[in-house]
T-cell receptor, first 112, second 112 residues
Framework: EAQVTQNPRYLITVTGKKLTVTCSQNMNHEYMSWYRQDPGLGLRQIYYSMNVEVTDKGDVPEGYKVSRKEKRNFPLILESPSPNQTSLYFC???????????FGPGTRLTVL | TQLLEQSPQFLSIQEGENLTVYCNSSSVFSSLQWYRQEPGEGPVLLVTVVTGGEVKKLKRLTFQFGDARKDSSLHITAAQPGDTGLYLCAGVGQGGSEKLVFGKGTKLTVNP
């Protein structure tokens, strides 16, 4: 089944404790992206990647890092999480030049 | 910066009623997409409109792209409880951009 998977689905952590949210897709898509979704603010892009070893900042990259060492994986790293990073995070992928983005099921992160 | 203004933000109606959701911008987009998101899941693409003035129908849902490719609307006829969800419009920038600009969403509740 074609899908985007994210882990963990839920995470409660404390300020300053490094964490990684994994994202994997099995559709051989070139383009991958991370979004955060907050009430009243909608979906905002954090980082995106056009292909392996090619990443770039989205609209709200501060406090986040990403890497794209393999085509299928695009982890989101929070080196020192803060409470304002409490949010619902989505990973998405699509074929280069394609229209449709396929979204993962989301990761709900709470930073205390 | 390209922005998409989506209205209304919330909509609560009775089963059988009709409704329209609007998505407006001052920017021109090469195409516009509509997604639907259910609680606990990621957004799922409903339709992509590409040509100015284009109208697409998906059962009881009618999507229209404005002539100038700056706005779009989603009309639902005879809404059903199963239509309940968050509807998101997303614009694709011109010039081969892969980036999606999302509206803030319309939360639709259809009461039985």
């Amino acid at each position: 089944e074609a899908q985007v998977t994210q882990n963990p689905r839920y995470l409660i952590t404390v300020t300053g404790k490094k964490l990684t949210v994994t994202c994997s897709q099995n559709m051989n898509h070139e383009y991958m992206s991370w979004y955060r979704q907050d009430p009243g603010l909608g979906l905002r892009q954090i980082y995106y990647s056009m292909n392996v070893e090619v990443t770039d900042k989205g609209d709200v990259p501060e406090g986040y890092k990403v890497s794209r060492k393999e085509k299928r994986n695009f982890p989101l790293i929070l080196e020192s999480p803060s409470p304002n990073q409490t949010s619902l995070y989505f990973c998405a992928s699509k074929r280069q030049g394609g229209n449709e983005q396929f979204f993962g099921p989301g990761t709900r992160l709470t930073v205390l | 910066t390209q922005l998409l203004e989506q209205s209304p933000q919330f909509l609560s109606i009775q089963e059988g009623e009709n409704l329209t959701v609007y998505c407006n911008s001052s920017s021109v987009f090469s195409s516009l997409q509509w997604y639907r998101q259910e609680p606990g899941e990621g957004p799922v693409l409903l339709v992509t409109v590409v040509t100015g003035g284009e109208v697409k129908k998906l059962k009881r849902l009618t999507f229209q792209f404005g002539d100038a490719r700056k706005d779009s609307s989603l009309h639902i006829t005879a809404a059903q409880p199963g239509d309940t969800g968050l509807y998101l419009c997303a614009g694709v920038g011109q010039g081969g951009s892969e980036k999606l600009v999302f509206g803030k969403g319309t939360k639709l509740t259809v009461n039985p």
